[in-house]
């Protein structure tokens, strides 16, 4: 399954380490940027005394390497590639110490019971309002790189002519075979019809 990173130019260190070495990172989830991340609230004896704390440490463990379902979001362009003037990777995890999650989009960050791994399960969940994000998460526990195979590499309409002949030649040299295209007007998905143009 391919997913895709969002990416700008304004850390070329990051963007260079995609193709070069074949990785992306995975952050703490403190580091996120949903204030959210890694919160519940839950049913009154749910847990004893000292589980908390061990649920705290358990999430600590894990990295996370948010990933896009889709290459075309408008407004995950606008987010995260630079405004449309940066860059989409699409990669394949190679990486076999990971677990690959969708993300679970719920009303409320509620726990009635306990669950089978709960620290992941916690951190796989975000309120309804990020669902726009159609995130997948990566899971890695003890390392910040994820290893992937480097599938697309994507413009944005607002993508510098330069920059895109630089990083063309960049991940055409490391990365052979991948696809390398321009997102088209027509291509973004709006989240509704667009019948007329004007």
């Given at each position: 399954?391919?997913?895709?990173?969002?990416?700008?130019?304004?850390?070329?260190?990051?963007?260079?380490?995609?193709?070069?070495?074949?990785?992306?990172?995975?952050?703490?989830?403190?580091?996120?940027?949903?204030?959210?991340?890694?919160?519940?609230?839950?049913?009154?004896?749910?847990?004893?005394?000292?589980?908390?704390?061990?649920?705290?440490?358990?999430?600590?463990?894990?990295?996370?390497?948010?990933?896009?379902?889709?290459?075309n979001n408008?407004?995950?362009?606008?987010?995260?590639?630079?405004?449309?003037?940066?860059?989409?990777?699409?990669?394949?995890?190679?990486?076999?110490n990971t677990?690959?999650?969708?993300?679970?989009?719920?009303?409320?960050?509620?726990?009635?019971?306990?669950?089978?791994?709960?620290?992941?399960?916690?951190?796989?969940?975000?309120?309804?309002l990020w669902?726009?994000?159609?995130?997948?998460?990566?899971?890695?526990?003890?390392?910040?790189?994820?290893?992937?195979?480097?599938?697309?590499?994507?413009?944005?309409?607002?993508?510098?002519?330069?920059?895109?002949?630089?990083?063309?030649?960049?991940?055409?040299?490391?990365?052979?075979?991948?696809?390398?295209?321009?997102?088209?007007?027509?291509?973004?998905?709006?989240?509704?019809?667009?019948?007329?143009?004007?």
């Amino acid at each position: 399954m391919v997913l895709y990173k969002y990416r700008d130019f304004n850390n070329l260190e990051f963007a260079l380490d995609i193709f070069i070495n074949q990785r992306l990172f995975a952050a703490n989830f403190r580091s996120l940027n949903d204030p959210m991340e890694g919160r519940f609230v839950y049913t009154k004896g749910l847990f004893r005394p000292g589980d908390l704390m061990e649920i705290r440490g358990s999430k600590a463990r894990y990295n996370i390497l948010s990933l896009g379902q889709a290459s075309n979001n408008m407004l995950m362009w606008s987010y995260y590639s630079g405004g449309h003037a940066g860059f989409v990777v699409g990669v394949e995890i190679a990486d076999d110490n990971t677990e690959v999650e969708p993300v679970q989009y719920v009303e409320e960050l509620r726990l009635d019971e306990v669950q089978d791994n709960l620290p992941k399960y916690i951190l796989s969940r975000k309120l309804r309002l990020w669902d726009h994000e159609q995130e997948y998460r990566v899971f890695k526990q003890n390392d910040n790189f994820v290893r992937v195979k480097v599938k697309e590499l994507i413009f944005g309409l607002k993508t510098d002519s330069n920059q895109k002949e630089m990083l063309t030649k960049i991940a055409k040299q490391f990365c052979p075979g991948i696809e390398v295209r321009t997102i088209d007007r027509d291509q973004l998905d709006t989240g509704e019809d667009l019948d007329n143009e004007f």
